[in-house]
Nanobody
Framework: QVQLVESGGGLVQAGGSLRLSCSASERTFNNLNMAWFRQAPGKEREFVAVVSWTGSTTYYADSVKGRFTISRDKAKNTVYLQMNSLKPEDTAVYYC????????????????WGQGTQVTVSS
């Protein structure tokens, strides 16, 4: 499995921005689709965004479309999630995930996960 380490979470006021980073341990990063999921207290883990291994395809959950941007830097083995216009309902632990093959949108599509980073948006 790929080792994934997230960073960049924190406390921000509504309307603010944060950028999450996820660094991967392996050179195979360039062959992996990368995604962000999130899990709020008492709720199931949900899909946020995914970028294909080529970087040419991205897909977003409707709840974040137009506010969040996923991108990847192959030279740094890192994927980012730029989050703008944050809302209190974006509060959650954000997880980075990786999988080979066709980009997935479900938790079960991904076999490698990071430890998560907390994002808290105050109103």
């Amino acid at each position: 499995q790929v080792q994934l380490v997230e960073s960049g979470g924190g406390l921000v006021q509504a309307g603010g921005s944060l950028r999450l980073s996820c660094s991967a341990s392996e050179r195979t990063f360039n062959n992996l689709n990368m995604a962000w999921f999130r899990q709020a207290p008492g709720k199931e883990r949900e899909f946020v965004a995914v970028v294909s291994w080529t970087g040419s395809t991205t897909y977003y959950a409707d709840s974040v479309k137009g506010r969040f941007t996923i991108s990847r830097d192959k030279a740094k083995n890192t994927v980012y999630l730029q989050m703008n216009s944050l809302k209190p309902e974006d509060t959650a632990v954000y997880y980075c995930a990786a999988n080979p093959g066709v980009p997935g949108l479900a938790v079960t599509d991904f076999g490698s996960w990071g430890q998560g980073t907390q994002v808290t948006v105050s109103s």
